[in-house]
């Protein structure tokens, strides 16, 4: 694993053009797997990223790549995915650390048991893999103490990458089908003539661009706000811990109410905690409140509110929301957002691994990070062009699921800013939702 900050070496040196077809604005798991199959297309694209490719949220997650528990409208998504991630692992030359090992969902209670049954309709539907999983069963697969789970879900198909491997990995495959990947170089703003999108501002200079891709994760509303494009984005920080090598007593994903776990390639474990999450109120957290409070009541036992945000964070008090392309920005100010770990949620992950197997004890963290994990008050992105301003797409709010369904959202936004059918109804996913007098409906948290 590796933690990328702001002093990580530059690893794409792209010279910003005069002008492309499509510019892409991030350089996360969306941005660049839609950079990848737009030059699959024929596409000229220039993807510019503030600080490192893969630096923030890409590289942080749990590397899960899985189908099971998805909402019913990302679940054809994440299927698709699912295949375009074995695609990539054979066209791409790279070994992105895919492996199907399975995602097991492990139940307390009769009545998590009865939450998995419902998403079975859902996966017979789509001819999914999905199956309940008696008590000896569980433990046939996992050896956990005795007593914890009473059963559980398993999708064997589901599987896992390394994300501080993959994404980078496909970026360079993006680069050698004619990609122009442009690190350390903010994009401030975008220009229109006659409300016509023309192109973009940037540290570097301007560019000149029919279209553009906000791909920006936790950053992605701040940048939008300078344009008068408003969503109701918010980020949660998320902290994940890994292991030195233990012994193969579990290669696949699992996850408990509170507690998950999935085997890496260099032998040692992910593990996080599912209910400890730090949310940093600033402007955006009283402006979009009333579209999060169904969310917050639902789904957001555990999380903690606080006032003092780690520096530079995308919505502190202290950022500027409207500037020029003259100004420096606060995307200048912050190359990595690389907020540290929660020591809470570390104390809780030693606690709870001991807990679910006592014959790890004695096993020691190696390393440990945290995350801004971009969110919807629904938990599902928006993926869609904005009515208000054509030419301008967003690919955001992945609420924790990005990597995982990256590489089918690439390809769903490389077909959108072509102009050609997506594939798959995007209604669920629309940026009005919000707006339109619609009712939020919550998607699965995990």
Known sequence: MATYTSSTPQQFFGELPAQTDILIIGGGVIGICTAYWLAQKGANVTLCEKGRVAGEQSSRNWGWVRQQGRDAAELPISMESNRLWQQLMKETGEDLGFRQH??????????ELRKFEEFLDLARQHQLDTRMLSKEEVYAHIPGREGKWLGGMVTPGDGRAEPWVAVPAIARAAERNGVNIVEDCAVRTLEFEGGQLTGAVTEKGPVKANRVLIAAGAWSSLFAQNLGVSMPQLCVRATVAATRSASDLFMGNAADSTFAFRKR??????????????????????????KWLPAVKASF?????????????????????RWTGDETTPFEKCRVLNPIPSPRALKRIKERLVDRFPQLKGLELEESWAGMIDAMPDFVPIMDEVPTQKGVFIATGFSGHGFGIGPAAGRIMADLLMGKPAGHDLSRFRYSRFSDGSKIKLGPFL
Not at 302 to 316: C, H, K, T, V
């Open 102 to 111: 399975g995602v097991y969902y492990l139940a307390e209670t009769p009545e």
């Open 265 to 290: 390639l260099d032998g040692g474990f992910t593990l996080a905690v599912a209910d400890i999450h730090d949310h940093y109120i600033g402007k955006d957290s009283f402006r979009h409140f009333f």
């Open 301 to 321: 036992k555990g999380i903690s509110f606080g006032l003092n945000p780690p520096a530079n964070y995308p919505d502190s008090w202290a950022h500027k929301r």
